[in-house]
């Protein structure tokens, strides 16, 4: 039984077939990506707001508040955590889960940073 198992985590059981090549450094890369979306976005809402004269819409962001701060940039950070303990556990199988959470994380502010420097351009 140990044969077939190999060098497999205890939690993971199984030694699976595929294999990813992905590792928590990648998933860094990915978070760097965001956090630079991220600034993009805060410097881009201050611009239109401070110097264009635009009005931030969303009730949640009005005057930029200390706690949307930190959950934004915090929340850049889950996958590369996630990622760095499955490593970690020896779960590399799993791996893609985190990446495919900072992919849509990134399209997400990809799409935001876009619709901004968008709005911005046309005043």
Known sequence: MDGERGSVSPVQRIKHDFSLTFCWQDIGLLTIMLVSLNVLDVLSTFYAINVLGFMELNPLATGFPVWLTVLKFVACF?????????????MKNYLFLPFAFSTLQIEFYAFVVAFNVQNILRA
């Open 78 to 90: 889950i996958p590369l955590a996630c990622a760095y303990m499955l490593e970690k556990q020896e």
